[in-house]
């Protein structure tokens, strides 16, 4: 029995094993296998000095199915390359103490998530708290006796009714469980347990941690000190209706002596990610003005350290900015920024100028091509960060100035400097609606042969206010070793081209993104590289409905696999997780109120069209997309005897393929659907 199939048995039924899975690793191709032997890095930090970097190394285990986080250290020139904390427990989330003789890190190695210290001289390691509830946004003190953490606090609630007296001895079910809150459920965390996250000080060198907020409010990080360490900054969304109001934030301040709470910022409109000034005259922060749509550029703001004169210093970049790291000088920042399918690295001063940088950040989000990665910045103005491209996940490099990059690793040279991967080449179009430019890129297998035509998988991707780049992709990857041509791109609606381009599909979706996408594969059709008799399409979350969509608007594909859809919004805003956004930002009225609006966008209301064999993809543990979307799906074509399939992936929340026998699956039965229905034709 073949790897591909010792994979996806246990996990739900395989419909058939790609026809050349077995041979792929003899041919050289990218194996369903390998999967399993993909590293990444992620979270790569800087000493103070600039001289060594710690990152997170993220590698995948075969025997318990599950991605494990190693910490490993190399120097800036790229020597002495080796763990720091490594094993069969994660370790993540490396912070340098201020002078470079410590790194604070989050581990289970004892069962639960813990911070520990270790010192980098001699190694020794000190287990600093004893949490309940995981920690998260560790920070150092500017002096390096403290450590600041945001952790959950469990709240108090009394049942809504008392139940009897239980005899002594008897079993009786448990009991109810009584829900009030707005949001009760999050996909990927399950039911949630009443509580509040809330910011805390613990010793460095260990102690009793204490609570610096208070109140039925959650406190957020990045948190940051400012330079004399008496007070930390930090968002939260402290007004009276925050549950309606997800999307809320402002910048506080907290003292460590008194505890004395005080807001910075006060708009209708997320503040967040703050970021003091070394010198300690500026807070700088990210956020925009609430207009209730789906999708706003985040803009990078300063204001003086009082809250006084906030003022936008990107308000002219036509971009959305994140991670604002302040220059040692205190006089310009450090950003990120999404741009054409890719993460850019750009300083901006204070006075609004924008230098990017020519460099990308790339690499750590596996399974679909999206943009991603990450960086820290040292005090003399050199930075680490994640590096990739679409032949290899995250490797760790340096750079300063946005000059002399070096990459320091190589994680997946041993696996993929041994496969013959597919070759990714971007294209543009114009789209049949308005003639508007979209990108995409082409995913062409190992073996293309420029004088014959392939069967072709249009891959869409979610969001649907995100962006695909030219990154490295393992389910593209597997598509394009089946033999499959994958066409992927950014219809409108798409992030990384500007307000404008994202906000076209504002109450309009799905809606004109529809002839980006048929336009896309009519160029592949017309350039002689795409069978227009062996067209294929998927798509997940976003794309899942986009696809949905597809098929009840033409019949041009053959076989189409819907994975993790919104196929009614009705249901859909009543039954996602965080149904109060979804509300709010893609529609103008409640579903109530004017059900039409939902009803003309929703896939549902095109199934009578659907003639294509349709497979449908949900996981069981999907609180974002719930799976009686894909039930409502897969019931609707039964009754009209379209084909289709229910494949169903235990224990997987919205990210199916966050488990690499997931990935497996969901790759391999998508594959295994489509050729069930690929009738080879005869080449021109």
């Known amino acids: 029995m073949s790897a591909v199939r010792l994979a996806v048995i246990g996990i739900f039924f395989a419909l058939f094993a790609p026809l050349s899975a077995t041979q792929a690793v003899a041919d050289g191709k990218f194996s369903a296998r390998d999967i399993f032997e993909l590293e990444f890095a992620s979270d790569p930090q800087i000493s103070p000095d600039g001289r060594r970097v710690v990152y997170a190394r993220q590698s995948n285990d075969i025997m318990s199915d599950s991605t494990r986080s ?3 250290i190399v120097d800036s020139d790229g020597g002495n390359h080796r763990p720091l904390l490594s094993g069969r427990s994660d370790y993540s989330s490396p912070r340098w ?12 190695v004892e069962g639960s998530q813990q911070l520990y210290v270790r010192w980098m001289d001699t190694g020794q390691t000190a287990l600093a708290t004893n949490l309940q509830k995981a920690p998260q946004s560790l920070t150092w003190s500017p002096d390096g006796t403290m450590l600041a953490f945001s952790m959950q606090v469990p709240a108090t609630t009394e049942p809504l009714a008392k139940p009897p007296a239980k005899p002594q001895g008897a079993e009786w079910a448990e009991p109810v469980k009584v829900i009030e809150r707005v949001f009760y459920r999050m996909d990927g965390a399950g039911y949630l347990e009443p509580g509040f996250s809330h910011i805390f000080v613990v010793p460095a ?38 549950e309606h109001d997800p999307r809320e934030s402002n910048v ?25 000034s070394p010198n300690s005259r500026h807070i700088a922060y990210i956020g925009f003005d609430e207009r209730m749509r789906g999708y706003e550029n985040s803009v990078l703001y300063v204001m003086d350290r009082d809250g006084s004169n906030a003022r936008a210093l990107t308000g002219d970049l036509d971009r959305a900015v994140g991670s604002p790291v302040w220059g040692a000088n205190s006089s310009s920042l450090f950003v990120s920024y999404d741009d054409h399918g890719m993460r850019r690295l750009a300083s901006v001063t204070l006075g609004g100028q924008v230098t990017t940088y020519d460099h990308d950040l790339s690499g750590e989000s596996l399974g679909r091509p999206y943009t991603s990665g990450s960086y820290s910045v040292a005090e003399n103005g050199s930075y ?38 597919a070759r990714i080449e971007g294209v543009t179009w114009k789209s049949s609606h308005d003639e508007r430019s979209i990108e995409g890129w082409i995913a062409y297998p190992p073996d293309y042969d420029s004088d014959r035509r392939y069967p072709l998988i249009l891959e869409i991707h ?35 081209y500007g307000a404008d381009f994202a906000l076209q599909i504002q109450n309009a979706y799905p809606g004109n993104d529809y002839d980006d996408l048929m336009s896309g594969v009519d160029a592949l059709v017309e350039s002689g590289v795409a069978d227009p008799d062996r067209l294929f399409v998927t798509g997940g979350s976003g794309g899942g409905v986009l696809t949905a969509w597809i098929v009840g608007k033409t019949d041009r594909f053959r076989a189409a696999v819907v994975v993790k859809p919104v196929i009614n919004w009705l249901s859909f805003v009543l039954t996602a997780d965080v149904y109060p956004f979804f509300r709010q930002a893609w ?26 064999p349709t497979a449908v993809m949900t996981g069981e543990s999907d609180f974002r997309t719930p799976s009686s979307e894909s039930e409502q799906y ?37 594959v295994a659907w489509f050729r069930r229905y690929d009738e080879e034709t005869p080449q021109d």
């Open 587 to 612: 529609f103008t009225e409640d579903p109530w109120a004017d059900p039409d609006q939902y009803w003309d966008r929703s896939p549902l209301s095109l199934v009578a069209n659907v003639v294509t």
């Open 462 to 496: 979610g969001g649907p206010h995100a962006a695909y780049g030219p990154n490295f992709a393992p389910e593209i990857q597997r598509f394009a070793a089946e033999g499959f041509v994958v066409l992927y791109a950014n219809p409108r609606g798409s992030t990384s």
């Open 634 to 670: 897969y019931q609707a074509l039964k009754l009209r005897k379209v084909d289709t399939a229910l494949i169903r992936v235990p224990g997987a929340p919205h990210f199916i393929s966050g488990r690499p026998s997931h990935m497996i699956a969901k790759t391999d039965n998508i």
């Open 205 to 242: 060198d260990g102690g009793t941690p204490r609570q610096l907020t208070s109140g039925d409010f959650n406190h957020n990080g990045p948190i940051s000190f400012t330079p004399d360490g008496r007070e930390i900054i930090f968002s939260a969304n402290r007004e009276p209706d925050w």
């Open 97 to 108: 103490s201020p002078d470079g003789a410590r790194i604070a890190y989050l581990s289970d």
């Open 70 to 72: 190693n910490l490993w």
């Open 384 to 421: 680490a960060f994640t590096v990739g491209d679409a032949s290899a996940p995250a490797n760790v490099a340096v750079a300063r100035s946005g000059r002399n990059s070096r990459t320091l690793t190589a994680l997946n040279e041993d696996l993929l400097g041994q496969r013959d991967l």
């Open 252 to 276: 506080y301040g907290i003292t460590l002596g008194g505890g004395e709470l005080t807001q910075l910022t006060d708009r209708d409109g997320p503040d967040g990610q703050p970021a003091v």
